[in-house]
Nanobody
Framework: QVQLVESGGGLVQAGGSLRLSCAAS????????MGWYRQAPGKQRELVAA???????NYADSVKGRFTISRDNAKNTVYLQMNSLKPEDTAVYYC???????????WGQGTLVTVSS
């Protein structure tokens, strides 16, 4: 099993920045990719950014150029640097870890990001 603990959410004004962290523990050897998802009130959960074990990253169109996902393998931690935040970025952000054969699909508890206008 894999346990994920997120941190770094909070309240920020539009145009500001936040960095989210997700620390993984447990059977981390089984992780092939980690990502950040978000869910705004009344909306479905959506992928924000993901990074594979080889380092390749992909982003939702809505955050390209503003958000950066990175990983520190020594700390088993994935980060999401969020710049130029907009009110529409307000959501609960969840960390996810999975493997390629879908036998692992772990989620963190979520961290709230609120962007005020």
């Amino acid at each position: 099993q894999v346990q994920l603990v997120e941190s770094g959410g909070g309240l920020v004004q539009a145009g500001g920045s936040l960095r989210l962290s997700c620390a993984a523990s447990g059977s981390i050897f089984s992780i092939n990719a980690m990502g950040w998802y978000r869910q705004a009130p009344g909306k479905q959960r959506e992928l924000v950014a993901a990074i594979a074990s080889g380092g390749m990253a992909n982003y939702a169109d809505s955050v390209k150029g503003r958000f950066t996902i990175s990983r520190d393998n020594a700390k088993n931690t994935v980060y999401l640097q969020m710049n130029s935040l907009k009110p529409e970025d307000t959501a609960v952000y969840y960390c996810n870890a999975r493997n390629w054969d879908s036998t692992l699909d772990a989620w963190g508890q979520g961290t709230l990001v609120t962007v005020s206008s």
